[in-house]
């Protein structure tokens, strides 16, 4: 049977299950989601109001064997970044959707009651929406502990806690992975969207789903070996990433000078040691806890973590570099385990770890609370927020907004999202991709940090400027096209530098549906999807204006390397000449 | 001769140390650094060779003060 679109009125509370149309059957993740949020979406609609919609897609190679195909986009136009926003994530919520025969769900309207929070269903052959006030004010491990005491424990979950309630511009939707625990649906205030919508939880049923159907089963297997066999070759996916997981990045990016330090003051950080990915991997050794955890079935990469305290009690999992980054360096804890508490209790209320951070970090700046008072941070985050108190309300609307309310010039955004865990200044190409993708400053768009700093697709000088638009411009197209296919991002570094990766990947795609893509038609759709997103935005009324780095990085010197953000008005807009 | 520091990075520390000031002789190659510090990079290759923080090939000749950062191919996001 072939799959359908499912398709949810929050307002009429009904919902009906649609043929696909025939012009989005060859897409799938951001491709599709993307393309839905497009054609559907008024880009001048209130991202909060009753016109936004949310596009769930799997990617087209997720629930097939295929290592790594588990990755699950969302289509949303963003209240945080007033853009499209596509946001992926791990978890099992791919897997099940796409064996259920789900190519997409889409939820449109809001409810005209909004006395109360709705737990959404999904079956194969049924949607139910229903009331659940038991739930409201609730955060995520415990309507995961509601939901998995109702159904089978494989079932999909998607959740928000009590800053999405609240439609908080640092808010996450959070998803059930395979051990039980939480990823996020991140970036963009997703969380917002859903509670505007009334949603608390979404379900999908994993008792009755289906195998993926395979064109051909034979070429798919052996394009799988090969695709596989290069993963677990390339030194990074099949090492370092296993080994130190993400955060094996602090290091080499500090010593590049390029690991935004005291909100954005230094690009090295006196704290990188305590940190570090060595020092995570030592903790783990010596207090039990696990170096490998894959975030999604038939990941072969495995590199999530199961992290304890000094005792061996569990403190966090799916504890990654960007998080340690933004509590550790650009805020300043020095104490990795108060992290890893800050970790576990952003993934029960469901916050950003990027946005929440660097939220925290402007605020220090602000004077609202002291750089490296974690204790404080942990506080607001328990109590305010849940809360919401007036400080949990300020915290929780982003970096942007607390900087304007705080009068912070130091107030590192692009289109309103926070800047994650590389220098724009000291890492130029990456600051090219922060600028340009309509997403807002995301390092996942195209991580040129792979070929500034990590020698991954060749060397290009992180502090010039030579080469970096046409780098991230190739990487972006890339990796808009990765983000279509459900394959995790990190499939990238084999895929730079061993030439047996892509092709097998295409041959997947191939042998999944019975056609015959080339490498080009998956650079063609790459690049058709960045142009469709980009011109969501400028009918948003986003212009090149909003292409723009944060004035203070452009006559601020960034220590150690003493750069600043040099690139022209029309250097940059050169990005969209393709 | 000439005094630097060298730092090593992920499976390079295993067995071997995480920064240390150490003395070569003039002229010295990162190469030469390389081996005589003796980590494992036939069974972990060199990734990223770093001297004060700019990336740098192993034919770099050290000067005094340099420091020398060496890191097996790494990666993450």
């Known amino acids: 049977m072939s799959d359908k679109i499912y398709r949810v009125n929050m307002k009429e509370l009904n919902y009906r299950i649609e043929d696909v149309p025939e012009e989005w059957m060859g897409l799938g993740g951001r491709g599709l989601t993307s393309t839905v949020i497009a054609a559907e979406v008024d880009p001048e609609c209130h991202p909060l109001g009753p016109n936004n919609k949310m596009v769930f897609a799997p990617g087209l190679l997720s629930g097939t064997i295929a290592a790594n195909s588990g990755r699950n986009s969302l289509g949303i136009k963003s209240p945080l970044t007033g853009g499209i926003k596509e946001s992926n994530v791990g978890g099992t919520i791919a897997g099940i959707m796409a064996k259920l025969g789900v190519k997409a769900l889409i939820i449109e309207d809001i409810p005209e009651d909004d006395s109360t929070f709705y737990h959404i269903h999904v079956t194969k052959e049924h949607v139910t929406i229903e009331p659940c006030p038991e739930l409201v004010g609730k955060e995520n491990f415990e309507v995961l502990d509601a939901m998995l005491e109702r159904y089978d424990k494989k079932v999909a979950v998607m959740t928000i806690g009590t800053p999405g309630e609240q439609r908080m511009m640092i808010s996450n939707i959070s998803v059930k992975d395979p051990k039980g625990k939480l990823r996020s649906h991140g970036r963009g205030a997703t969380g917002a969207v859903m509670g505007s919508k009334k949603i608390k939880v979404i379900t999908v049923d994993a008792e009755k789903y289906k195998e993926t159907h395979l064109a051909d089963p034979e070429k798919f297997k052996a394009a799988n070996k090969v695709f596989t066999k290069a993963l677990q070759e390339n030194p990074i996916s099949g090492e370092g990433l296993p080994a130190f997981g993400t955060n094996v990045l602090v290091n080499i990016i500090n010593e590049a000078g390029g690991l935004p330090a005291r909100n954005f003051r230094y690009g090295n950080s006196e704290n990188a040691e305590a940190i570090c990915g060595e020092t995570m991997a030592d903790n783990i050794k010596a207090r039990g806890g696990s170096t490998t955890h894959g975030c999604h079935a038939g990941c072969v990469i495995q590199c999530s973590q199961t992290y304890n305290d000094e005792e061996g009690n569990y403190l966090a999992s799916g504890f990654e570099y960007e998080m340690i980054w933004a509590f550790g360096a650009n805020f300043g804890i020095s104490d990795l385990d108060l992290i890893a508490k800050i970790d576990n209790l952003m993934d029960n209320i469901g916050v950003d770890a990027i946005e929440t951070g660097v939220t925290f970090g402007v605020a220090a700046e602000g004077g609202l609370l002291e750089f490296e008072d974690g204790e404080t941070v942990y506080k607001i985050l328990s109590e305010d927020i849940p809360q919401g108190t007036p400080l949990g309300k300020i915290i929780g609307s982003g970096a942007g907004n607390v900087g304007k309310i705080l009068g912070v010039v130091r107030v590192p955004v692009v289109k309103n999202q926070s800047i994650p865990a590389y220098e724009p200044r000291a890492i130029k190409g990456q600051g090219i991709t922060y600028v340009t993708t309509p997403m807002g400053a995301d390092h996942t768009a195209g991580y040129a940090v792979a070929t500034n700093i990590l020698n991954s697709g060749g060397y290009i000088d992180p502090l010039k400027k030579e080469g970096q638009v046409e780098l991230s411009r190739n990487l972006q197209i890339a990796s808009a096209a990765i983000d279509s296919t459900g394959m995790c991002i990190f499939v990238a570094f084999p895929a730079l530098d061993d030439p047996a990766c892509l092709p097998a990947l295409i041959d997947m795609i191939n042998a999944r549906f019975g056609i015959n893509l080339t490498g080009e038609d998956v650079t063609s759709l790459g690049a058709r999807i960045l142009k469709t997103e980009h011109a969501f935005n400028l009918k948003a009324g986003l212009t090149a204006a909003d292409d723009r780095i944060p004035e203070f990085m452009k006559y601020e010197p960034l220590p150690p390397h003493n750069v600043v953000w040099d690139f022209t008005n029309e250097e940059i807009d050169s990005f969209w000449d393709f | ?77």
């Open chain 2, 1 to 77: 001769m000439v005094e630097v520091t060298v730092k090593l990075f992920a499976q390079y520390r295993e067995g071997h140390f995480k920064a240390e000031p150490r003395v070569y002789p003039k002229g010295t190659t990162v190469e030469g650094v390389i081996i005589e510090t003796g980590i494992p990079v036939e069974q972990f290759p060199i990734g990223v060779i770093m001297i004060n923080g700019r990336h740098m090939d192993e034919s770099y000749v050290i000067e005094h003060g340099d420091t020398v950062s060496l890191f097996p191919k790494v990666g993450g996001g």
